[in-house]
């Protein structure tokens, strides 16, 4: 007869990003004993980000481009708690999510990925379009697209982009592509 196996240890993971994406996978692979897993993520879904250009330029489906967080969790036996997190109380070892009870942790890794700072940037909060956070820039490329649709029909536009990074060329060469109709000047 074998022993039950006490859980010990909660490992919390916050945010869907890349490294937890693939702790999640690993440990689906090699499940370590008394290891209760939990993630906690405002979506459901979160892009593989080196195929966003991919996903604007037409390339793929937004089911190619994101990995379902919730199936990845059932594989690896972790709960999974669709929330952001609004407070962290290191002392405790709580968390604090909206509209639930804070949640406990003996171990706890963040992987929320970064945002701009628009409001120092006049205008930008009106004017722009960020890339990051990545988990929303689809959404945000959607919205943006079907503005240009709406205010031009058919007029030239004219649009900047800032950052020079090889990600800034490959997303402005697949906004052209997808604005163009799918076509290459």
Request: net charge positive.
């Amino acid at each position: 007869m074998m022993t039950p196996v006490r859980l010990c240890r909660d490992l919390v993971l916050v945010g869907g990003g890349h490294a937890h994406a693939l702790a999640l996978r690993m440990l689906a692979m090699k499940p370590i004993a008394g290891l209760q897993i939990t993630l906690v993520s405002p979506a459901s879904h979160t892009p593989y980000s080196g195929m966003l250009p991919g996903l604007v330029a037409g390339h793929y489906r937004f089911e190619e481009t994101h990995i379902d967080l919730a199936r990845l969790c059932q594989w690896a036996g972790a709960r999974f708690i669709v929330a952001a997190v609004d407070g962290l109380d290191p002392a405790a070892r709580q968390l604090s999510l909206p509209g639930r009870l804070p949640l406990g942790y003996d171990v706890l890794s963040l992987d929320i990925g970064s945002e701009p700072e628009l409001a120092s940037v006049p205008g930008a909060r009106e004017h722009a379009t960020p890339v990051k956070p990545v988990a929303g820039l689809w959404q945000r490329w959607q919205a943006l697209e079907q503005q240009l649709e709406d205010r031009t029909a058919g007029a030239p536009t004219q649009i900047a982009l800032v950052g020079g990074g090889a990600g800034s060329v490959e997303l402005a060469l697949a906004m052209a592509r997808r604005l163009r109709g799918g076509r290459w000047p």
